[in-house]
């Protein structure tokens, strides 16, 4: 290669560097703006601002290029599409490192953390499982009271399968469990990864959140109930499966135990109740017969009666026998006189019979009284009704405290773990294909909607 070649090829790129003259760029521009006016008027403002020369100076007359000063020159039109398509690509290189780094910020890095926790940091948990029913006697075998046990206690197994679920849930079953097995000491464990592990200082809200997180309830359609319990070691979590199988076993037996005890109370009260009612009745009804010193004023009364109507029915045969004799017997003939005397015997001894049922005296010496006796039927009448019914209350009080007591002997209802906590022999989590799967897609569905929003934003702004 000779000098002149070189010196040539050395200050080429310098001069193809050098700026057109002001009429390639107008001419430049003027294409430009044929082409996207909004644009080239841009490009001609930066790259030529002496094209809009003041009002009171003359425009200077436009040089036409000069395409012979070297084979670097190239058209104006081409170079201002040469310069737009550079500033095009420049702007989608930025955008496409942005857009890259924000992607890997905001999706891969929470998806690659998630990686090395589940691999490398994640502490195995099992699952225990076990499955419980509540199960009660025929009610019809316990009498009367069983509508009274199945209140208290809730027989059906719809609403029992509530009562368990959230029983298993309860800060109780926490509670006696921890005792048993120290449920703080096994999952405040320094081995337990931190995102898994409880505060070793987790007050009982708090541990009882965390307690609720490792146990999972289900109630099934058929009533009975599925719990899940999660723990850092096989054997702890079956343990923690049979803890709390006993302790729900413990709670039906205690409702059902004061439910009986519940009954056998009501039942005694309302015995003692009628007790008392019979006792007073009794007594009231034998100072009313000392009062009038009659132990049968029924048959009494019945007594009278009966006196009443056998001299009434004298007392008519009598007159037919007058009737008949004076049909042939003069009135002052002895059969006649005779008849006459004896009717009248017999209306007075009706009459006397008569005023001593309607009236008796009672008392004794100058405080003796007569009642009617009508009234005094009708006392012993409302005393002997008011007897009647407490010795009824009383035999159906004493039958139902019987049957209390019966009941509280037998055990109505009880809690039946027909599927016993299982040993789990393989661990349940964490799962890395859907734990890692899990991030991504969360992660992916954040930044699409951030950079969704943000764009919205942007627009509203105009930037």
Do not use: C
Request: without cysteine; glycine residues 6%.
């Amino acid at each position: 290669m000779s000098g002149t070649e070189t010196d040539e090829a050395r200050t080429a790129p310098r001069e193809s560097a050098k700026p057109p003259v002001s009429g390639q760029v107008k001419g430049g521009a003027q294409a430009a703006s044929t082409a996207d006016p909004e644009h080239g008027r841009a490009v001609a403002k930066r790259a030529a601002p002496d094209l809009h020369p003041a009002e009171n100076q003359a425009p200077k007359p436009m040089q036409a290029p000069n395409a012979l000063q070297g084979p670097w020159r190239m058209p104006p039109v081409r170079w201002v599409e040469e310069v737009l398509k550079l500033e095009d690509s420049e702007i989608k290189n930025k955008r496409r490192k942005g857009f890259f780094l924000r992607f890997a910020l905001f999706v891969l890095l929470p998806t690659a953390l998630a990686t090395v926790y589940v691999f490398w940091y994640a502490t195995p948990r099992y699952v225990s499982e076990f499955q419980v029913a509540y199960q009660s006697n025929d009610p019809n075998s316990v009498g009367n009271t069983s509508s009274f046990l199945s209140s208290m206690i809730g027989t059906g197994a719809t609403d029992m399968s509530r009562v368990l679920a959230s029983y298993f849930s309860s800060s109780a079953v926490a509670e006696k469990v921890n005792k048993q097995l120290d449920l703080r000491d096994h999952y405040s464990n320094s081995k337990i990864d931190w995102w898994d592990r409880l505060g070793p200082k987790a007050s009982s809200e708090q541990f009882l959140d965390y307690f609720n997180k490792r146990v999972s309830v289900h109630k099934e359609m058929g009533g009975y109930v599925t719990v899940d319990v999660e723990a850092f070691n096989p054997a702890y979590a079956q343990k923690v499966g049979k803890a709390m199988v006993s302790a729900a076993s413990d709670m039906v037996a205690g409702m059902e135990q004061q439910a009986h005890e519940d009954a056998v109370a009501v039942a005694a009260t309302e015995l003692k109740r009628s007790e008392d009612r019979l006792r007073r009745t009794t007594a009231d009804l034998a100072k009313f017969r000392d009062q009038h010193r009659d132990v049968n004023i029924q048959g009494s009364s019945n007594m009278l009666d009966s006196v009443v109507g056998g001299l009434e029915s004298k007392l008519s045969k009598t007159y037919s026998d007058l009737t008949d004799a004076r049909t042939f017997m003069a009135e002052n003939s002895p059969t006649v006189v005779a008849l006459k005397a004896r009717i009248a015997a017999v209306e007075k001894q009706i009459d006397v019979e008569r005023r001593r049922l309607g009236s008796v005296k009672s008392g004794s010496g100058s405080t003796q009284t007569t009642t009617p006796y009508s009234q005094i039927i009708a006392a012993y009448s409302a005393l002997n009704t008011e007897h009647t019914f407490a010795t009824d209350s009383y035999v159906s009080a004493k039958k139902a405290y019987d049957l209390a007591r019966a009941a509280a002997s037998l055990k109505a209802a009880y809690l039946v773990n027909f599927v016993p906590p299982n040993l789990p022999q393989a661990s349940t989590s964490p799962d890395p294909l859907t734990d890692i799967l899990s991030t991504f897609v969360l992660a992916l569905f954040a930044y699409t909607a951030g950079s969704l929003l943000l764009g919205a934003l942007r627009d509203q702004a105009g930037i």
